[in-house]
């Protein structure tokens, strides 16, 4: 009896699902075809790319030697460790130069001279990434702005040199990751009910033990994903490194882009890439178990 | 003038590859459109406008530089675009490993138009099973571009290596500096072209060269206007750069000038070529024919600051360019330019190691 | 003065820009006590509290919690803790972590921590509560736990603003007895805000009414429901028929008072005023003060005798509500709306709209204020 009964149910929920999904699934389609045709498909055809080596004209063949290349050859996997660990640098720096804006805009600011400051942050990305790295530049180049006033107001002799080395690039990467770090990081604070701040203070707590023990862990998610936006965007960032990065100053986006650009080499091309789309996902995936997040949180 | 502007972010670069879905879109071409494919400064706005007065043809330009065209050509199978001005010794490799370009009809263009023995030159360069892909435009030497009171002792590129200098030179980490170098260092690249060993071996040298010269650089310079920056500003002295820049900076200071090394500059020449999917051939025609006018040259040579291959058009050109041009090259220096021969594949591969290497290494 | 207060303010002012919302406030609270401060929404309730709290600071006057002031004191120095209007419990840590947040800023020993936590769990009556995170609790425990998690810290002072506010009817009433019951197991001194008398009367052994920034009265609930010393006491504290009119004629502490509306009431004086003839007046009647009895003779008039206020009126609406069931009565002489009780006996349990009705009560009963515009936004509030 119960069996008989249980099957029918399970048949009538049976058949709605099939209507719910349709409906579904065509409100979903623009999104379905632009994750296929704009994300999927390409690294798709990626993917068939980096297997293959060139034989000679025309001449390809199945195999894993572009992969292969990456580990044994030290210079590229030097340069992939290199921007990886720059990455997290300059995401780390930018937590920790955004949290306190972020704090302000969200917790100390009210009215209009919140939104003064957000704005200001959000000024310098209305002129273009290239517009703003020769902005850094001119102010730090030997014969640039900061040079000079230093040789004006006697603090040093000759003309100093800030470009062309690892702290401009850095400056160069925060400073153009820096909205993107406190969007998240203002929205979140912003669904932080003061008054849970004033019950840490009345309960006894000083300003350090609760940013500790209840902003932060309150703001994780907004910390993870500014974090993953910002070391992805940071990774991939072509511009900046090449252009403030100097002589010694190896970048792997800039590696791809040499081996698609003026080596014509696609399939090696296309292996870098897919390798920094995985070991750069691992790279999240790790940041993530290590703060007790989920992806899940992060896009709440 | 011949300044690349290596600014494609690399997620075009991705995207030029894979999206080839989007291609579609732009397939629908209007039928009175020359989309062309050039450098900076080869089809100034004046000639444009010039061309759509005598034809009521409308000319889109788009501005790169030989790897970023050979991409764009090779994404797309040779669409996109109706006509491409790439340097002729990039053409015929291209062709054999990609079929990015369409046989040129010879007979559509006014040859009578042409410095002759540079015509010549430039179809025997791309030719292709029998059939020629480009003819030659705008021509020009890459060389030394110094402060000639500071760093009047740089006779060649091996002298940008001179401690005397450390920290104020600069060059670019691309194939023309490893065949400069090459040269400057007394041996033949261009003769090693189709020997691989033996330019592997070039290479090696070459690259432990760049390395040990490391030091003295300040920067490898990437876009030209970074370059003349550089240098106007006197943070750079001397640096491995084009004929034009030396002489546009010779404008505002008589000390810097561009000099031909003692080994010889490079020469190139940047040609007309048809993309295999060009929709407009005919407008194709009718450009170059037009720009090779020797009055509609000199505009080009005027805006650009390089000459054409033109014939005639000299005598339309700024005497203070024809000047600078007899200072920088004097008979012997003339005939001494080393013009680039074609690119054999699998080259670019060896050099491309050499130029990782040489980025990777450290500097002190 | 006395070692035993807890709390004192001495002419405490706050002012924002030109609008004071605290206004020359002193209080005096004995050590154990639980004390109310009641007043409608905006009177500037919080805003004291949040003085006491420190997390404001007075624009002058002084606060003193055991005898010592606090003034220049952080609130996480002060021997007083807050019960927030929305228990601001921290939802990132489970109930025990969040009661041991205070202690564990003392620097106690985790096993000691432990011990306090369980006991003040217990207290509450959710021992058993402590590994369950925030969101897995009931509206009535998260109180519970927002109090245990102050009480735990053993403060002079327990500061509650409105925490009963949220809950529903039911629970409210049941968490009334429940906090006096705390209060008086704990012996810790509460400092409670609401606006809800009810609220105040049931718990307090003392009530301060609070009405656009001041003290209007202070006193024990009695007090404050038999003798309101304003007319906003009068009307904000308990249910109150109201009148408005000008005096007639005084004798003693008794005058005869024309009403607005026509007609006439006797009433009498709190202690200690006094009145003019000629002067505007409000008068208060409570509902349970007047006396009703079936009337075959509706048409009699309205009329003052032997020591009573009497007129007639026909029901127009009953208001049942067990034992505390009302009905509206209009007065046929004025059309003014009386509020009267219906008798516990169940004497009037068949009473019917349109009955007519003759309503008594004694003079003492009513309670003449001087005329106040604020009483009468009071009472709207
Ligand atoms: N920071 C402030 N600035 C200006 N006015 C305030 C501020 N805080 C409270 N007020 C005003 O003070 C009055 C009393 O507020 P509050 O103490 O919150 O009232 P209650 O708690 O009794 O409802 C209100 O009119 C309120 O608008
Ligand atoms: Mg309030």
Redo the contacts with the bound molecule.
């Keep these: 009896m119960s069996s008989v009964s249980t099957l029918s149910a399970t048949e009538g929920q049976e058949r709605k699902i099939p209507i719910i999904k349709l409906g579904t699934f065509l409100l979903m389609l623009p999104l379905l075809l632009w994750l296929f045709l704009l994300i999927i498909l390409p690294h798709v055809d990626l993917l068939m790319v980096s297997l293959r080596e060139k034989l000679g004209y025309r001449e390809y063949a199945f195999s894993f030697q572009n992969y292969i290349e990456f580990f044994t050859e030290p210079l590229y996997w030097n340069t992939f460790v290199r921007t990886a660990v720059m990455s997290i640098i300059a995401t780390v720096i930018t937590l920790i130069v955004g949290f306190p804006i972020s704090y302000y805009i969200a917790k100390v600011m009210k009215g209009k001279k919140r939104s003064l400051l957000f704005m200001m942050c959000l000024i310098p990305f209305w002129v273009s990434e290239l517009v703003r790295t020769f902005g850094w530049m001119i102010l730090l180049r030997e014969s640039g702005v900061i040079s000079s006033f230093l040789q004006w107001a006697g603090i040093v002799d000759g003309p100093v040199e800030m470009l062309y080395n690892d702290a401009s690039l850095m400056v160069g990467l925060v400073y153009t990751s820096m909205l993107f770090m406190v969007v998240p990081l203002v929205s979140v604070l912003d669904t932080l009910d003061d008054s849970l701040i004033e019950a840490g203070y009345d309960l006894g707590g000083n300003t350090f033990n609760i940013l500790r023990e209840i902003v932060i862990p309150h703001a994780m998610p907004g910390i993870a994903s500014g974090c993953i936006v910002v070391f992805m965007l940071t990774l991939g960032n072509y511009l900046t490194p090449t252009l403030l990065g100097g002589k010694d100053g190896l970048w792997f986006t800039e590696q791809i882009y040499n081996q698609f650009i003026t080596r014509f080499n696609w399939e090696s091309g296309s292996a870098f890439g897919f390798l920094l789309l995985i070991l750069s996902s691992a790279i999240v995936f790790v940041g993530l178990k290590l703060s007790r997040q989920t992806l899940a949180d992060t896009v709440k | 003038m011949k300044s690349a502007k290596t600014t494609l972010s690399l997620k075009k670069a991705i995207l030029g590859v894979t999206a080839i879905v989007g291609l579609a879109f732009s397939a629908q071409a209007q039928a009175e459109e020359l989309r062309l494919l050039t450098w900076g400064g080869y089809a100034p706005d004046a000639v444009v406008e010039q061309f759509k007065a005598e034809t009521g043809i409308d000319v889109k330009v788009t501005k790169s530089n030989n790897e970023e065209m050979i991409a764009k050509l090779r994404a797309t199978g040779g669409g996109g675009f109706d006509l491409a001005q790439p340097s002729q010794d990039r053409i015929s490799g291209a062709q054999i490993e990609n079929r990015i370009y369409k046989p040129m009809d010879l007979s559509k263009i006014d040859s009578s138009q042409f410095i002759s023995s540079m015509l010549e030159a430039t179809k025997a360069n791309t030719t292709v099973d029998g059939e020629v892909y480009g003819v030659p435009h705008v021509w020009g030497t890459s060389g030394l571009v110094l402060d000639t009171k500071k760093a009047g002792d740089v006779k060649d590129y091996a002298d940008l290596c001179n401690e005397a200098h450390a920290g104020k030179v600069s060059y670019r980490l691309k194939r023309p500096t490893l065949i400069g170098f090459a040269f400057s260092m007394g041996m033949d690249p261009f003769e090693a072209y189709g020997d691989t060993a033996k330019y592997q071996e070039i290479m090696d040298k070459v690259e432990a060269k760049l390395i040990s010269c490391k030091a003295n650089v300040k920067t490898y310079w990437e876009g030209g206007d970074a370059l003349l920056n550089l240098v106007r500003s006197g943070e750079v002295v001397a640096a491995m750069a084009w004929d034009t820049g030396g002489w546009k900076l010779n404008g505002d200071n008589p000390d810097v000038t561009f000099v031909a090394p003692a080994s010889g500059a490079l020469g190139w020449i940047d040609t007309f070529a048809l993309p295999r999917k060009t929709e407009n051939e005919e407008a194709a025609y009718k450009w170059i024919n037009f720009v090779m006018r020797p009055e509609i040259a000199a505009q080009i040579t005027a805006e650009a600051g390089n000459f054409t291959a033109s014939k005639g058009a000299d005598a339309f050109a700024e005497d203070k360019l024809k000047a600078q041009f007899q200072a920088s090259f004097p008979e012997q220096d003339l005939n001494n330019i080393k013009w680039y021969p074609t690119v054999p594949a699998g080259l670019e591969t060896i050099e491309g190691k050499v130029l990782d290497r040489v980025k990777a290494a450290s500097s002190n | 003065m006395s070692t035993q207060l807890d709390l004192e303010c001495r002419q405490v002012v706050k002012s924002?820009?030109k609008?004071t919302?605290v206004d020359n406030v002193s209080l005096e609270i004995p050590q154990g006590s639980f004390f109310s401060i009641l007043?409608?929404?905006?009177?500037?309730?919080?805003?004291?509290l949040r003085m006491l709290a420190g997390f404001i600071e007075p624009t002058t006057g002084d606060i003193r919690i055991k005898d010592k002031s606090m003034l220049g004191v952080p609130p996480n120095k002060r021997p007083a803790n807050m019960v927030f209007q929305h228990l601001a419990l921290f939802p990132m840590m489970n109930v025990a972590e969040n009661i041991a947040y205070g202690l564990k800023r003392r620097k106690m020993g985790q096993a000691e921590i432990d011990r306090k936590v369980a006991d003040v769990l217990e207290r509450v009556s959710l021992p058993d509560a402590g590994a369950k995170r925030i969101e897995q609790l009931s509206g009535g425990q998260r109180q519970r736990i927002a109090i245990a998690r102050s009480l735990v810290l053993e403060p002079a002072l327990l500061l509650l603003d409105e925490p009963l506010g949220a809950l529903d009817l039911k629970l409210r009433e049941h968490m009334k007895v429940e906090l006096k019951q705390l209060q008086h197991e704990v012996g810790t001194t509460f400092v409670y805000?609401t606006?809800d008398q009810s609220e105040a009367l049931v718990m307090s052994d003392n009530v301060a009414v609070?009405n656009e920034?001041r003290f209007e009265q202070v006193g024990t609930p009695q007090d404050l429901y038999y003798n309101p010393s304003t007319a906003f006491v009068a009307g904000f504290v308990g249910d109150a028929n109201r009148w408005e009119g000008r005096i007639e004629a005084l004798d003693g502490a008794q005058a005869m008072v024309a009403l607005d509306e026509g007609g006439v009431i006797a009433t009498s004086f709190a202690p200690g005023t006094s009145f003019a003839v000629g002067e505007n007046v409000d008068l208060f009647v409570r509902p349970e003060a007047i006396v009703i009895e079936r009337s075959k003779a509706a048409q009699e008039k309205a009329r003052l005798s032997g020591g009573k206020n009497t007129l007639s009126g026909v029901v127009q609406n009953l208001l049942f509500d067990g034992a505390n069931s009302r009905a509206l009565v209009r007065d046929q002489a004025t059309g003014h709306e009386v509020m009267v009780s219906l008798p516990q006996t169940g004497a009037f349990s068949d009473l019917k709209p349109g009955e007519a009705l003759v309503l008594s009560w004694d003079v003492e009963k009513t309670r003449a204020f001087k005329a106040m515009k604020a009483a009468r936004q009071g009472i709207a509030a």
């Design positions: 924002f820009g609008f919302a007043g409608p929404s905006g009177c500037g309730k919080t805003t004291l805000i606006h609070m920034g």
